[in-house]
């Protein structure tokens, strides 16, 4: 026969007896029974976490190692990094604790200031630069801007992030020299940075290097006194 036919297989085992034992009676008998459950018996109720949770001892300590200790006993880390900058004269509106702050912070946004800087010099220059054609095309003009501005930009950014990096350096020195930070300090750094970025053009490159750096100098000093103090 097929697997899947509808009719019985001729070698399939009988159906099981009912037992000769079992009587008609008793088989009558439980067909005629009915369980009913009292009405006056209340239904049980769920357990919720408050019954589960009322005549249970708990152990704080147990739960967490530092429940029994007081606030006494507890030791705190005092970390020095966080504290602001305590040099005489070095606080400002802008929190810094130390030379490196003013070293990272100070060195980047004066190579982003450069990098804008330099950036709307080269878009000047070409935009006004002749191409060698009495009506150049959008394409060029566009080329001789870009062209402009990537010389400009990186050039004055670089320029501007080296002479920071160099100020804070030579700053840090001497306010840790001196003790203290004031606007004949920052002066002195200011000429030694200028001095230094121009050392291989000659000594009036470097002179020249280093006035601007000292009225920079004593420009930013100032104002931040007037503004920030």
């Not at 357990?47 to 530092?66: C, E, G, I, R, Y």
């Not at 190579?111 to 010099?121: D, F, I, N, Q």
């Not at 878009?123 to 630069?129: I, V």
């Not at 004031?182 to 750094?189: E, K, L, V």
């Amino acid at each position: 026969m097929w697997p899947f036919s509808s009719s019985r297989d001729s070698n399939a085992p009988p159906a099981p007896a009912v037992p000769e034992h079992v009587g008609e009676g008793t088989v009558e008998h439980l067909r005629q029974q009915s369980f009913v459950t009292p009405s006056d018996t209340a239904p049980p109720e769920a357990p919720t976490a408050a019954s589960l949770l009322q005549h249970t001892a708990l152990d704080p300590a147990k739960l967490h190692p530092f429940a029994n200790i007081s606030s006494d006993d507890l030791e705190y880390l005092d970390i020095e990094d966080d504290k602001p900058n305590t040099l005489q004269g070095s606080r400002t509106a802008l929190p810094s604790r130390g030379w490196s702050d003013d070293l990272c912070y100070g060195t980047g946004t004066t190579y982003l200031s450069g990098l804008a800087l330099g950036g709307l010099m080269g878009l000047r220059e070409g935009a006004a630069r002749p191409l060698g054609i009495e009506h150049p095309t959008f394409r060029l003009r566009m080329n001789a801007v870009l062209n402009q501005v990537t010389r400009r930009s990186t050039f004055v950014g670089n320029s501007a992030g080296v002479i920071a990096m160099t100020y804070n350096i030579v700053d840090a020195i001497i306010d840790n020299a001196r003790g203290k930070h004031d606007i004949y300090g920052s002066m002195a750094s200011g000429a030694l940075s200028g001095a230094l970025f121009r050392v291989t053009s000659g000594p009036r490159a470097m002179l020249v290097s280093s006035s601007i750096m000292v009225a920079a100098a004593a420009a930013w000093t100032g104002a931040k006194r007037a503004f920030l103090s």
